[in-house]
């Protein structure tokens, strides 16, 4: 099982990205996924989470309205969309799944002026 995060980097207040998090090893199109985000110095956070067949996404309070979590089961690929940006969303942002609920390497956002 392989989570590969990719699309972090630096953006300004107000900006967006898009991350994206390729998955093989396991048939993505059974299992919900999450991304999770860890503020420098904090706890890892919950952030988005998709599920299977009907798609039905939740979001944390902070990112309600600003990220929309989507996923592309032809290619085992969730995406996190993030718009709007704020200096309290830098972090590092994994995403998990799978079988055996497995992490990725994470892919940093920096949200700076």
């Known amino acids: 099982v392989q989570l590969v995060e990719s699309g972090g980097g630096l953006v300004q207040p107000g900006g967006s990205l898009r991350l994206s998090c390729a998955t093989s090893?396991?048939?993505?199109?059974?299992?919900?996924m999450t991304w999770y985000r860890q503020p420098p110095g904090k706890e890892r956070e919950f952030v988005a989470r998709?599920?299977?067949?009907?798609?039905?996404?939740k979001y944390a309070d902070s990112v309600k309205g600003r990220f929309g979590i989507s996923r592309d089961n032809a290619r085992s690929t969730v995406y996190l969309q993030l718009n709007s940006l704020k200096p309290e969303d830098t972090g590092l942002y994994y995403c998990?799944?799978?079988?055996?609920?497995?992490w990725g390497q994470g892919t940093q956002v920096t949200v700076s002026s």
């Open positions: 998990r799944g799978g079988p055996d609920d497995d």
């Open positions: 090893g396991f048939t993505f199109s059974n299992y919900a």
């Open positions: 998709i599920s299977t067949i009907t798609s039905m996404t």
